[in-house]
């Protein structure tokens, strides 16, 4: 049973571009939730999603940032118009549904640098 | 919306008992609390879980007062792989949207 994939490991980008980051919840998992983590910093609550819908993204920069998570298919993560500051690990977590006391279960992350 | 803190690091060495312990003075009640473990450009892995009381598995012990303003991950005779950094999750998910506050980390050195 594979676990949470995240695709690409590491990405690079110039200023001003865009950076899409994907997320493949484990099977059976119809709830994806994204994470940043700054260098030597802990992990940061962007935004919770199930198939289609955007359940909170209270934790999600107001510009630049979006998150989707299609019927078929990954959860995305978009970043536009790319700046320094958002070099960070991004990790997307998933799990089975959205009781209380489900587990997350995370992925390997995506390592953006932004030169 | 729960505020959780834990120690910056902590020192241990090899085969002792390391207890960490998060403060989340904010918990609601339907809040459960989730410790994970993480080590370097690796994403965080699932210790273990509670809600009350205390929780056993293979690798953790989970203290939970009856407060529940606080919790205890205690991770025994640990070994060199142990050195990682550990977090707490206090949450609660529901439909209507999730508050999720990850402590800031405990960085756990286990010696020699």
């Known amino acids: 049973n594979a676990g949470v994939m995240q695709n690409p490991r590491h990405l690079v980008r110039r200023r001003g571009q865009e950076a899409r980051l994907r997320c493949s919840p484990m099977?059976?998992?119809?709830?994806v939730y994204w994470y940043r983590q700054l260098p030597e910093e802990g992990l940061k609550f962007m935004v919770y999603?199930?198939?289609?819908?955007?359940?909170?993204e209270s934790g999600m920069p107001k510009e630049r940032f979006s998150a989707e998570f299609p019927k078929e298919g990954p959860s995305i993560l978009r970043i536009q118009q790319v700046v320094r500051g958002d070099s960070a690990a991004y990790f997307c977590?998933?799990?089975?549904?959205?009781?209380?006391?489900?587990?997350?279960?995370f992925g390997p992350g995506t390592r953006l640098t932004v030169l | 919306l729960a505020k959780t803190t834990q120690p910056i690091s902590m020192d241990s060495y090899e085969g002792q008992e390391v207890n960490i312990t998060c403060s989340h003075n904010?918990?609601?009640?339907?809040?459960?609390i989730t410790w994970y473990q993480q080590f370097p450009s690796q994403g965080p892995r699932f210790i273990i879980q509670?809600?009350?009381t205390k929780v056993t598995n293979e690798v953790a012990s989970l203290f939970i007062p009856a407060d529940r303003k606080s919790s205890t991950l205690s991770l025994p005779r640990v070994s060199l792989s142990d050195t990682a950094v550990y977090y707490c999750?206090?949450?609660?998910?529901?439909?209507?949207?999730?508050?999720?506050?990850f402590g800031g980390g405990t960085r756990v050195l286990v010696k020699p």
């Open positions: 977590a998933s799990s089975p549904g959205g009781k209380l006391s489900d587990t997350q279960y």
């Open positions: 099977k059976g998992h119809s709830h």
């Open positions: 999603l199930q198939k289609e819908n955007i359940i909170d």
């Open positions: 904010n918990i609601a009640t339907n809040d459960y």
């Open positions: 509670g809600y009350k």
């Open positions: 999750l206090v949450g609660e998910v529901k439909a209507a949207g999730n508050k999720l506050t």
